[in-house]
T-cell receptor, first 113, second 112 residues
Framework: QKEVEQNSGPLSVPEGAIASLNCTYS??????FFWYRQYSGKSPELIMF????GDKEDGRFTAQLNKASQYVSLLIRDSQPSDSATYLC?????????????FGTGTKLQVIP | NAGVTQTPKFRILKIGQSMTLQCTQD?????MYWYRQDPGMGLKLIYY???????DKGEVPNGYNVSRSTTEDFPLRLELAAPSQTSVYFC???????????FGPGTRLTVL
C-alpha cells in the first residue's frame, strides 16, 4: 500500500463548478497534511495545510481532514481555468519530524472554460 | 528576496560524468531538502539538512552526496551519472518549527 494515494486523473470540471480532490494516507499517526499546486513545468507551491479534523477554508479553497478514515480532501469552489494544474497531497508522518513529508503522485485538474 | 534559487535549469550528462546541482536560499531557513520528481510521480526525498554541517539521507540517497557548509547553500553532487538519475530535481527550504516548504524552480537533468 502506498503511503499517500491520489487518483492521477485527469479530473475535468466546467468553469464555475466545484472541484473535489481526494487523498488517502496509510500512517495513522500522521500529524500534518498539505496540498501543493504544481503548474506544468513549474515547482510545487503550498496552497493549504491542515492539522485538525474538520474543514479549513481559505478563499475558494477548503481542506477537509478525517483522521479516522485517513482521508484528506481539497475542494475548489468556483473553479477557474487558472486552477488547471496538478495538485499534490503531502503528509508529515509522526516518526520523521519535519523532514519526513511524503508526497502523493498528484491529481491533474482540468477546468474547462 | 529571491527565495530558493537553483542552477543550472537544464543539463544533459553522459553516463559516468559527474556534476553538482546548486541550491541557495536567502530566507535564513534552517531546513533544506533535495527532491527528485520523475514523470507522473510524486516527489521523493533524496537528502535533507537541519542546519549547517548537518545532513542526512532521505528515501532515495543512492548515487548522490550533499554538503552544507553554510546556512544558505545546499549543493547536490552526482558522482557517476546513470540513466536512472534522469529526473527533475527540486531544492526546498523551510524554517525550523514550521511545515511550509518553499521550492526552487528545479533542474531538469537528462543522463544519456
Amino acid at each position: 500500500q502506498k503511503e499517500v494515494e491520489q487518483n492521477s486523473g485527469p479530473l475535468s470540471v466546467p468553469e464555475g463548478a466545484i472541484a473535489s480532490l481526494n487523498c488517502t494516507y496509510s500512517d495513522r499517526g500522521s500529524q500534518s497534511f498539505f496540498w501543493y499546486r504544481q503548474y506544468s513545468g513549474k515547482s510545487p507551491e503550498l496552497i493549504m495545510f491542515i492539522y485538525s479534523n474538520g474543514d479549513k477554508e481559505d478563499g475558494r479553497f477548503t481542506a477537509q481532514l478525517n483522521k479516522a478514515s485517513q482521508y484528506v480532501s481539497l475542494l475548489i469552489r468556483d473553479s477557474q481555468p487558472s486552477d488547471s494544474a496538478t495538485y499534490l497531497c503531502a503528509v508529515r508522518s509522526s516518526s520523521g519530524g519535519y523532514q519526513k513529508v511524503t508526497f502523493g503522485t498528484g491529481t491533474k485538474l482540468q477546468v474547462i472554460p | 528576496n529571491a527565495g530558493v534559487t537553483q542552477t543550472p535549469k537544464f543539463r544533459i550528462l553522459k553516463i559516468g560524468q559527474s556534476m553538482t546541482l546548486q541550491c541557495t536560499q536567502d530566507m535564513n531557513h534552517n531546513y533544506m531538502y533535495w527532491y527528485r520528481q520523475d514523470p507522473g510521480m510524486g516527489l521523493k526525498l533524496i537528502y535533507y539538512s537541519v542546519g549547517a554541517g548537518i545532513t542526512d539521507k532521505g528515501e532515495v540517497p543512492n548515487g548522490y552526496n550533499v554538503s552544507r557548509s553554510t546556512t544558505e547553500d545546499f549543493p547536490l553532487r552526482l558522482e557517476l551519472a546513470a540513466p536512472s538519475q534522469t529526473s527533475v530535481y527540486f531544492c526546498a527550504s523551510s524554517q525550523q518549527g514550521t511545515d511550509t516548504q518553499y521550492f526552487g524552480p528545479g533542474t531538469r537533468l537528462t543522463v544519456l
